[in-house]
C-alpha cells in the first residue's frame, strides 16, 4: 500500500539553527499538508499546499516557517530559527482529492529544540 | 470555532469484545465530515472511518462502525470483536468544507488485552 515516508524520523537541533522536514507523499496526490503534535497536545493545522502555492495557513504558520515541493516529489517544511517551543512531532499528509475525503499521514518527525 | 472533544483519555477492552470510543464536537456549520483516525505505537496515523454531516445513515468499515447523532453533536466510534492490532491512539476530528484543516480531539488510548 502506498506511504507517505518523512525523514529524519527524530532531528535534534539546537535553538536558532534552521531546520528542514522531509516528506515524500504519494505520487498521485495533489494535496500535501503539515500538522504538529507538542507533547501531551492536539494535533495542530499548519499549512496546506496545492497546485504548487500554500492554500491556507493557520496562526501558528508564520514567517518562520515555509513549505517548498522542490521537485515535484518532496515536501518540505522549514522552519528558519527554531525555538524551544518548535519542539514537537510533524506530521506531513497528502490526499487525492482533498481534506474531506480523508489524509495519509506519515509516521511523523520528532524535532526536538535544545 | 470548531470544537472537539475526546472525554476518555485511556480505554481498555479483553480481545474479542467490543468497546466505545466518544467523541463529540461542536460547529456552527450544517455541512461538515467527521473521522476517526488510528496511531498505532510508533505508527503512522491510518484512517479508520469518515462521516458526511448530511448524510444520516451510520458509516460501517468492517469491525469498526460509528454512532453519528447530529443533533447531539456526538461520533462515537464502536469496534466491535476486538484485537491486539486495534490497540492504538484513537483520534476524533472534524472539518468543513470551506476550510482545509481538519481540527482533531486529544486522543484516546485503546489497550486491548487478550
Known amino acids: 500500500e502506498p506511504e507517505v515516508t518523512q525523514t529524519p524520523s527524530h532531528q535534534v537541533t539546537q535553538m536558532g539553527q534552521e531546520v528542514i522536514l522531509r516528506c515524500v507523499p504519494i505520487?498521485?496526490?495533489?494535496?500535501f499538508y503539515w500538522y504538529r503534535q507538542i507533547l501531551g497536545q492536539k494535533v495542530e493545522f499548519l499549512v496546506s499546499f496545492y497546485n504548487n502555492e500554500i492554500s491556507e495557513k493557520s496562526e501558528i504558520f508564520d514567517d518562520q516557517f515555509s513549505v517548498e515541493r522542490p521537485d515535484g516529489s518532496n515536501f518540505t517544511l522549514k522552519i528558519r530559527s527554531t525555538k524551544l517551543e518548535d519542539s514537537a512531532m510533524y506530521f506531513c499528509a497528502s490526499s487525492e482529492q482533498g481534506q474531506s475525503y480523508g489524509y495519509t499521514f506519515g509516521s511523523g518527525t520528532r524535532l526536538t529544540v535544545v | 470555532a470548531q470544537t472537539v472533544t475526546q472525554s476518555q483519555p485511556e480505554m481498555s477492552v479483553q480481545e474479542a469484545e467490543t468497546v466505545t470510543l466518544s467523541c463529540t464536537y461542536d460547529t456552527s456549520e450544517s455541512n461538515y465530515y467527521l473521522f476517526w483516525y488510528k496511531q498505532p505505537p510508533s505508527r503512522q496515523m491510518i484512517l479508520v472511518i469518515r462521516?458526511?454531516?448530511?448524510?444520516?445513515q451510520n458509516a460501517t468499515e468492517n469491525r469498526f462502525s460509528v454512532n453519528f447523532q447530529k443533533a447531539a453533536k456526538s461520533f462515537s466510534l464502536k469496534i466491535s470483536d476486538s484485537q491486539l492490532g486495534d490497540t492504538a491512539m484513537y483520534f476524533c476530528?472534524?472539518?468543513?468544507?470551506?476550510?482545509?484543516?481538519?481540527?482533531f480531539g486529544t486522543g484516546t488510548r485503546l489497550q486491548v488485552f487478550p
Open positions: 462521516q458526511e454531516a448530511y448524510k444520516q
Open positions: 505520487s498521485n496526490h495533489l494535496y
Open positions: 476530528a472534524s472539518g468543513l468544507y470551506n476550510t482545509d484543516k481538519l481540527i
